[in-house]
């Protein structure tokens, strides 16, 4: 990951990644020998925002331990830093073993989408983390627990952006313009938190969104409408005005969204390409309350008054429908080597599909 050039008053904040050097593992090491014997030990890591790059003036060293005898939960300063020990029972340990080995999320058992934070985080800061000791652990290894949770997560944010768009959809519904704001807020979080996933950026945690996002070189081409759409307006506000600004986040999460679930899902996804225009040219626009969801067998679309199963074809399709006229859309679509055999008519019918079951408008329909 790289720092990328920004506007003035955003690229002066950017700061260089701050990962885990040998004297922060040194003091962990250190302290893991003075709270339990060697032998007891079968997994110990280094985990945290330094894992992930995200140091700072006051960052602790995150030791995480599994022993075979009771550890107490606590902080020990070693070498000038902080080391926070932090207990991993038995039973923890083989829970952390099930939900790193593999996504085996479904549509009828999203049990990994539902995981608690402190489940979750754990999971991941043993994917990013530095291994001291595994001594039998029965985890995977930190690369196969990366891309299980690299996977884990794109399905958990856009399942709970989905959730954010019925939100606002429904607080425009009553006129509640001040929840349509925050909720649209929360929604592009979590579709941001989804392409971060997507670009093999992972962490569990808020404060650093924006700094994940510009030093990413993938989501150049959308990280400053990133900073602008996650800051609230100022001034007086009509209930059109805030319908204007919580559509264009919507739109922006469902495409944030798509672009991760398809194109960064095997692999990370090499590069995001810029948030469109064009909805206003008077083709075919997506619903922006619609939401694709993936899950490791198959494919959704999620509408505050629908979901239902679809294809990854369909989903790149109501992707690409943002505004221009079918016929763009048609070329747009035959340059992608998955679609180099649609035609005109298929075209057709997969958007009048899409329209059926109100995810995309046509000029005629809006």
Same mark, same amino acid.
């Given at each position: 990951?790289?720092? !990328?050039?920004?506007?003035?008053?955003?690229?002066?904040?950017?700061?260089?990644?701050?990962?885990?050097?040998? =004297?922060?593992?040194?003091?962990?090491?250190?302290?893991?020998?003075?709270?339990?014997?060697?032998?007891?030990?079968?997994?110990? %890591?280094? +985990?945290?925002?330094?894992?992930?790059?995200? +140091?700072?003036?006051?960052?602790?060293?995150?030791?995480?331990?599994?022993?075979?005898?009771?550890?107490?939960?606590?902080?020990?300063?070693?070498?000038?830093? =902080? @080391?926070?020990?932090?207990?991993?029972?038995?039973?923890?340990?083989?829970?952390?073993?099930?939900?790193?080995?593999?996504?085996?999320?479904?549509?009828?058992?999203?049990?990994?989408?539902?995981?608690?934070?402190?489940?979750?985080?754990?999971?991941?800061?043993?994917?990013?983390?530095?291994?001291? @000791?595994?001594?039998?652990?029965?985890?995977? /290894?930190?690369?196969?627990?990366?891309?299980?949770?690299?996977?884990?997560?794109?399905?958990?944010?856009?399942?709970?952006? #989905?959730?954010?768009?019925?939100?606002?959809?429904?607080?425009?519904?009553?006129?509640?313009?001040?929840?349509?704001?925050?909720? #649209?807020?929360? +929604?592009?979080?979590?579709?941001?938190?989804?392409?971060?996933?997507?670009?093999?950026?992972?962490?569990?945690?808020?404060? %650093?969104?924006?700094?994940?996002?510009?030093?990413?070189?993938?989501?150049?081409?959308?990280?400053?409408?990133?900073?602008?759409?996650?800051?609230?307006?100022?001034?007086?506000? $009509?209930?059109?005005?805030?319908?204007?600004?919580?559509?264009?986040?919507?739109?922006?999460?469902?495409?944030?969204?798509?672009?991760?679930?398809?194109?960064?899902?095997?692999?990370?996804?090499?590069?995001? &390409?810029? %948030?469109?225009?064009?909805?206003?040219?008077?083709?075919?626009?997506?619903?922006?309350?619609?939401?694709? !969801?993936?899950?490791?067998?198959?494919?959704?679309?999620?509408? &505050?008054?629908?979901? %239902?199963?679809?294809?990854?074809?369909?989903?790149?399709?109501?992707?690409?429908?943002?505004?221009? $006229?079918?016929?763009?859309?048609?070329?747009?679509?035959?340059?992608?080597?998955?679609?180099?055999?649609?035609? &005109?008519?298929?075209?057709?019918?997969?958007? /009048?599909?899409? @329209?059926?079951?109100?995810? @995309?408008?046509?000029?005629?329909?809006?």
């Amino acid at each position: 990951m790289h720092i !990328i050039e920004r506007t003035a008053g955003v690229g002066a904040l950017t700061v260089s990644d701050r990962f885990l050097d040998e =004297t922060h593992l040194t003091a962990a090491r250190r302290v893991l020998d003075k709270v339990v014997n060697s032998a007891d030990v079968r997994l110990a %890591f280094v +985990g945290g925002s330094l894992a992930a790059g995200l +140091g700072h003036g006051n960052s602790d060293i995150d030791l995480y331990i599994s022993a075979r005898t009771d550890l107490r939960e606590g902080n020990l300063s070693q070498d000038g830093y =902080t @080391v926070q020990v932090n207990p991993i029972t038995s039973n923890r340990l083989e829970e952390l073993a099930r939900i790193c080995a593999a996504n085996t999320i479904s549509e009828d058992n999203r049990w990994q989408v539902e995981l608690g934070e402190p489940e979750l985080k754990r999971a991941v800061r043993y994917a990013i983390g530095t291994i001291l @000791v595994d001594n039998d652990s029965g985890l995977p /290894t930190p690369a196969v627990a990366r891309q299980t949770m690299r996977q884990v997560l794109m399905s958990r944010t856009a399942w709970y952006a #989905s959730s954010f768009a019925e939100d606002v959809a429904g607080a425009l519904h009553i006129g509640d313009g001040l929840t349509a704001l925050q909720a #649209s807020v929360i +929604g592009v979080e979590e579709a941001v938190e989804c392409a971060l996933a997507a670009v093999d950026d992972l962490y569990i945690g808020r404060k %650093f969104l924006l700094r994940r996002v510009f030093r990413n070189a993938s989501l150049s081409a959308v990280s400053d409408e990133v900073y602008h759409l996650l800051s609230q307006p100022a001034g007086d506000l $009509s209930l059109r005005d805030v319908t204007e600004i919580v559509t264009r986040r919507m739109r922006f999460a469902g495409h944030l969204i798509a672009w991760s679930l398809r194109e960064g899902w095997d692999t990370p996804l090499r590069s995001l &390409p810029a %948030f469109p225009d064009t909805w206003t040219h008077g083709g075919p626009t997506r619903n922006p309350w619609t939401i694709p !969801i993936r899950f490791p067998q198959s494919w959704g679309l999620i509408s &505050p008054q629908t979901g %239902f199963s679809t294809t990854a074809a369909m989903v790149g399709i109501w992707r690409e429908s943002d505004g221009r $006229s079918t016929e763009e859309l048609y070329h747009a679509l035959r340059s992608r080597d998955e679609f180099s055999g649609i035609s &005109p008519e298929l075209l057709d019918a997969a958007l /009048t599909q899409l @329209v059926e079951c109100d995810v @995309v408008a046509l000029a005629t329909h809006r």
